[in-house]
């Protein structure tokens, strides 16, 4: 099933080599406008794929170049709040290995645990919390993707964050670094969450983003994560945060992370 649906998506986009997949978060949908000889296909469209229900999410994937680099973009994501099986995220992302992708990019917005970490700014994301008591890998194992009990250990991938902050400095881009804790979701989080959050060593609070990083590491894929930090959490500036305030927020910090990101890939290996 999986290799068929990589054949049609591969047909579908004329898809050459694709090294490089990114998954763009809420409100984050200006990279995709960057790509040169874009090619789309609507999830709708791909058979065996899921759908995505959230406002600012579009919904399609596209395969475009950056310089000589072809890359694929997940253009809408999706959430197990949106009642996916934790199960069909690994799909996607196993989908996206047959294709030959070796390296994930994920973007998220997320909500800042630190007074210090404000709204606009972008976290390059060294390591995660998961808090939303699913995993992508609960089911059969298949060892061809990887081993039963995987290492997380490592899974965003030192090199390339290294990387990340030198062209950052270079962009003279702000990036700061920092923990991403994953909760279910949908509601946000009460005061006394995000109190608790920030104790237990976690700088960002978002929705998603940890499935996909789990099943890439357990298939051996690099990964490079972002968050765009669209609010303070609940209460930690007593404030309400709003699926509208996250969306208008990502929208305001989407060109420089384009920029960054636009930039990283072109100076890949
Ligand atoms: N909490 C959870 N998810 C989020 C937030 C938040 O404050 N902001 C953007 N996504």
């Known amino acids: 099933m999986i290799e068929q649906t990589a054949d049609i998506i591969k047909q579908a986009l004329s898809l050459e080599n694709p090294d490089t997949a990114i998954i763009l978060g809420s409100g984050l949908n200006g990279f995709a406008t960057t790509l040169e000889r874009a ?28 310089g000589n680099k072809e890359i694929l973009c997940l253009n809408g994501r999706f959430h197990l709040y949106e009642g996916h099986e934790p199960s069909v995220i690994a799909k996607v992302i196993h989908i996206l290995k047959e294709l030959g992708v070796k390296r994930l990019i994920v973007t998220n917005a997320a909500g800042s645990l630190q007074t210090t970490l404000s709204p606009g700014a972008l976290m390059l994301i060294s390591d995660h919390i998961n808090f939303s008591g699913k995993n992508p890998l609960v089911g059969a194992n298949d060892d061809n993707y990887g081993p039963r009990f995987p290492s997380m250990n490592k899974a965003y991938t030192l090199k390339l964050r290294q990387k990340c902050k030198e062209i950052a400095q270079k962009l003279q881009i702000e990036l700061n670094e920092g923990v991403y804790l994953m909760v279910l979701g949908p509601n946000f989080e009460t005061s006394a969450e995000v109190r608790a959050f920030g104790k237990l060593g976690a700088d960002a609070v978002g929705m998603s983003t940890v499935p996909e990083v789990i099943a890439a590491a357990h298939c051996s894929m690099e990964v490079l994560g972002i968050s765009v930090i669209t609010n303070y959490a609940a209460g930690l500036v007593d404030n309400t945060p709003s699926h509208q305030e996250t969306l208008e927020e990502a929208d305001k910090a989407s060109a420089r992370l384009t920029t960054l990101l636009t930039e990283f890939i072109k100076e890949e290996d």
Request: aromatic share 10%.
């Open 39 to 66: 090619k789309s296909i609507a999830y709708k469209d791909i058979p065996d794929f899921p759908q995505s229900t959230v406002s600012g999410h579009k919904g399609e994937l596209i395969r475009g170049f950056l």
